[in-house]
T-cell receptor, first 114, second 110 residues
């Protein structure tokens, strides 16, 4: 197992375009989380899944954001009609429900909206 | 609301020095983790430590859950220790979300 994998690593898009990011968690982890981090700040929670069910969404997740985990394995995060304020690092993490090792984060996808 | 506070916000050391980073949290915790964010943005898990003391090489951490704080010790610091250190807590009142502090920016000079 190579840990949590995120693709792409970097994405530059024009304002108004749609973008989609992918996260592949650690295979035996049943929880998957999305976080957003802006420059100089700590990561902020967006949403999380337990298996394929999306159990919690932050108020940060506007209607332009949607996340899926269709088979309880990988997840996608889509941003529609991107805005410059969406520029950030998008981080994915996974964990076990009863884990004693906590969260494991991926390397992130850095989004720049121009 | 739920708060995780870290101090100091910035720390500059000479190589070989020791340091202590502090994390205060406002509620009872199920999970307390320390992360190091490298220059490429990846969060490296240092410790999962909801209570007690753990050591890993030159790093150690102590969480006193009853007093709602955790400390990260770095001994004999090296330039590769530079980066941002985050404390994050999974708080009982916040569901499953991990709440991060603002981080401590550590710079170790040669």
């Amino acid at each position: 197992d190579t840990g949590v994998s995120q693709n792409p690593r970097h994405k530059i898009t024009k304002r108004g375009q749609n973008v989609t990011f992918r996260c592949d968690p650690i295979s035996e982890h049943n929880r998957l989380y999305w976080y957003r981090q802006t420059l100089g700040q700590g990561p902020e929670f967006l949403t999380y899944f337990q298996n394929e069910a999306q159990l919690e969404k932050s108020r940060l997740l506007s209607d332009r954001f949607s996340a899926e985990r269709p088979k309880g394995s990988f997840s996608t995060l889509e941003i529609q009609r991107t805005e410059q304020g969406d520029s950030a690092m998008y981080l994915c993490a996974s964990s076990l429900v009863q884990g004693i090792y906590g969260y494991t984060f991926g390397s992130g996808t850095r989004l720049t909206v121009v | 609301g739920i708060q995780v506070e870290q101090s100091p916000p910035d720390l500059i050391l000479q190589e070989g020095a020791n340091s202590t980073l502090r994390c205060n949290f406002s509620d009872s915790v199920n999970n307390l983790q320390w992360f190091h964010q490298n220059p490429w943005g990846q969060l490296i898990n240092l410790f999962y430590i909801p209570s007690g003391t753990k050591q890993n090489g030159r790093l150690s951490a102590t969480t006193v859950a009853t007093e709602r704080y955790s400390l990260l010790y770095i001994s004999s610091s090296q330039t590769t220790d530079s980066g941002v250190y985050f404390c994050a807590a999974f708080l009982q009142t916040s569901g499953s979300r991990l709440t991060f502090g603002e981080g401590t920016q550590l710079t170790v000079n040669p």
